[in-house]
């Protein structure tokens, strides 16, 4: 299913280099000087800025990498966004306690200064993209583009949400339901082998977040099937303390819920020490920058999303790839 009607460019993304990311940090890590009661400071503190570019590796194991060459402590980075494996990313990080420099096939650390704050996950801006299509069989079809600058795109959570197996709502949606026999044959065809007491809290979360972002998406579907103007509004994502309205969100979500035989109480698991609680979302994101070049069957996009939003959605969108 599409939002744009126009025909699409097809092409796809063949190699790391042609999906570059670069994040888009607030600004409040580059503060040089801050205004107390006794007048203009310098903003030190004891983190350690740096920026951290890589390819072909997530940054949790980026993460992970670099706490080890440092004899750092788990907790002893912070960083707001994760990105893709699949990508040239670049994004800044802070780092308890001082480092150095260095690179490898896959990662450059360059240290850029001192913070007096600890980067907690979700404090960026956005990401800028430069994405380059190959092998596109109609590059000329550019009519999409303008449609997406006009009717903005609708915010759905990308592939990546749901694992690598695409079924990550379904083991989520069978933890809500107490149907934990399930759970265990679904997660330990991956090759876990594991009880489900051995498995942690954050990744039996991490399942049910997969499912709220199913629900979610499901909701942007009808959207999408029955309407021609995008909304600014924010829908729900349901969790614990959910209060559901009258409006459409609400009556489609309603529906789904009763469907999977899930009520709202249902993401507060006592047994297991789970609560996850709802939150809400926009609809539709606008895309900010975009441009395009064209170079005989490919084309180099460039554009900005804020965060959260997920620039395979966009891709979907002008390609027309996915059925």
């Excluded at 983190?47 to 890589?54: E, F, Q």
């Excluded at 960026?124 to 079809?141: A, M, V, Y």
């Excluded at 039996?204 to 103007?229: E, G, M, P, R």
């Excluded at 006592?270 to 939150?279: E, F, K, P, V």
């Amino acid at each position: 299913m599409y939002w744009t009607k126009s025909k699409g460019t097809g092409g796809s993304v063949l190699k790391e280099e042609n999906f570059v990311v670069e994040e888009i940090p607030s600004r409040k890590f580059f503060m040089k000087y801050s205004r107390l009661a006794g007048g203009i400071k310098e903003v030190q503190g004891p983190y350690t800025l740096a920026l951290l570019r890589k390819k072909g590796i997530t940054t949790k194991d980026a993460v992970k990498f670099i706490q080890m060459k440092f004899n750092l402590k788990k907790d002893g980075i912070g960083y707001a966004g994760l990105k893709d494996k699949f990508a040239v990313t670049t994004q800044y990080i802070t780092i308890k306690g001082e480092i150095k420099d260095f690179k490898t096939d896959r990662i450059d650390l360059t240290k850029i200064g001192y913070t007096d704050k600890m980067m907690q996950v979700g404090e960026l801006i956005g990401n800028k993209f430069t994405i380059t299509l190959r092998n596109c069989k109609n590059p000329q079809n550019m009519a999409v583009m303008e449609e997406i600058k006009k009717r903005a795109m609708p915010n759905y959570f990308g592939p990546q949400r749901f694992g690598s197996h695409g079924d990550n709502h379904e083991v989520g949606r069978l933890i809500l339901r107490n149907e934990y026999e399930k759970v265990l044959d679904l997660i330990n065809k991956r090759g876990y082998n594991k009880n489900l007491d051995e498995i942690s809290k954050k990744t039996l979360k991490f399942f049910i977040h997969a499912y709220q972002s199913f629900l979610f998406n499901k909701i942007l579907d009808t959207y999408v099937s029955k309407y021609s103007k995008p909304s600014f509004e924010e829908f729900p994502l349901v969790g614990y303390g959910t209060k559901l309205k009258n409006d459409f969100a609400s009556q489609q979500l309603k529906k789904v819920l009763e469907k999977d035989k899930i009520s709202i109480n249902n993401f507060s698991i006592r047994c297991l020490g789970l609560r996850c609680n709802g939150s809400s979302r926009s609809a539709f994101v606008k895309v900010g920058e975009l441009n395009y070049k064209i170079e005989g069957n490919s084309i180099i996009l460039t554009f900005t999303l804020p965060k959260g939003s997920y620039a395979t959605t966009l891709l979907k969108e002008i390609t027309k790839n996915v059925p």
